[in-house]
């Protein structure tokens, strides 16, 4: 099995990655559940990948539903380093138009039913996530999207809705009247959990559509969405196969020791079977504990 330090998440319209040799497939069992779906290693060219669709093939699993910390414990079980999430959004802004890309540096969290953290239940841990984003994988992704073409946004605030009803307008002209750019379902707990468990994580977002803040926006139709969501993976997978050849083999950025001073419990305090189930994400820094 090729040994990947990269995953690519793959969001709405994003069910594979074409091109991939040598394949495994692989259901890893998690402290949290099963991911969302069979997971996908290969090579895409010299380079180890693992690829998850989040909302299973078919796309079967709405945004609420999403596994989302199994995929990531999943991942981290595989020994993956770095996660290129792929998102679809609406935009807030008339210059962000359907089809083009963002890659975001901020969230706005909005959700409401979904478990945000591996820990709790005797194991305080506070990250830190003032940049939500890792900065390295970022700055690769604008790099490799502004090479083939695309219209391509370096910034941008993503609002993370709870759905999967779309906004409506009274909220779509509050998140725009905060500045926010974005918004979309499943960047959160998504990036969160990517940063508990020490992984690089950024995001390439596909514009769709406007949300509903136009006053002179039609509803939302899906069919139309569909349409250029396929004409953004279609872009979203030549980004991929560039960017994944210029991630770095040693990571120095501080997603990498993200818990290393986040820990609020003592280990003295820690409840055995919890460090137990956890011990892939805090086992190295509980050594002689």
Same mark, same amino acid.
């Given at each position: ?40 290693? +290969?090579?895409?060219? @010299?380079?180890? $990948? !693992? ?9 079967? /699993?709405? %945004? ?12 981290? +079980?595989?020994?993956? @380093?770095?996660? $290129? !999430? ?9 210059? /962000?138009? %359907? ?191």
């Amino acid at each position: 099995m090729p040994n990947a330090k990269i995953a690519v998440i793959g969001g709405s319209g994003l069910y594979d990655i074409e091109g991939l040799t040598d394949i495994e497939e692989v259901n890893p069992d998690t402290p949290f559940g099963k991911p969302s779906d069979t997971i996908t290693i +290969g090579r895409l060219g @010299e380079i180890g $990948i !693992a690829f998850l669709p989040r909302h299973g093939r078919g796309h079967r /699993i709405s %945004p609420t539903e999403v596994p989302y910390r199994a995929n990531i414990y999943a991942l981290k +079980g595989l020994g993956v @380093e770095w996660i $290129i !999430a792929i998102n679809t959004v609406g935009s807030f802004k008339q210059k /962000i138009k %359907p089809g083009d890309l963002v890659i975001p540096d901020q969230l706005i969290d909005r959700t409401r039913s979904r478990a945000n953290s591996f820990f709790g239940e005797g194991i305080v841990v506070h990250i830190p996530f003032a940049e939500p984003f890792c900065p390295v994988l970022s700055q690769i992704l604008l790099e490799a999207a502004k090479e083939t073409g695309a219209s391509v946004h370096p910034k941008g605030t993503y609002v993370v809705m709870e759905g999967p009803a779309f906004s409506t307008k009274a909220e779509s002209r509050l998140y725009r009247s905060w500045g926010a750019d974005i918004i979309g379902m499943t960047a959160l707990p998504e990036a969160k959990l990517a940063r508990e468990a020490e992984i690089c994580y950024a995001i390439i977002a596909g514009v769709t559509d406007y949300d509903s803040w136009q006053e002179q926006s039609e509803p939302l139709v899906v069919d139309v969405i569909l349409n250029i969501l396929r004409q953004n993976a279609d872009t979203i997978k030549r980004i991929i196969r560039l960017a994944v050849n210029r991630i770095p083999e040693e990571r120095r950025c501080d997603c990498a020791t993200a818990l290393k001073a986040a820990f609020v419990t003592a280990p003295r305090f820690m409840p055995p079977e919890q460090k137990q189930k956890l011990n892939l994400l805090i086992g190295k820094y509980l050594k002689g504990d």
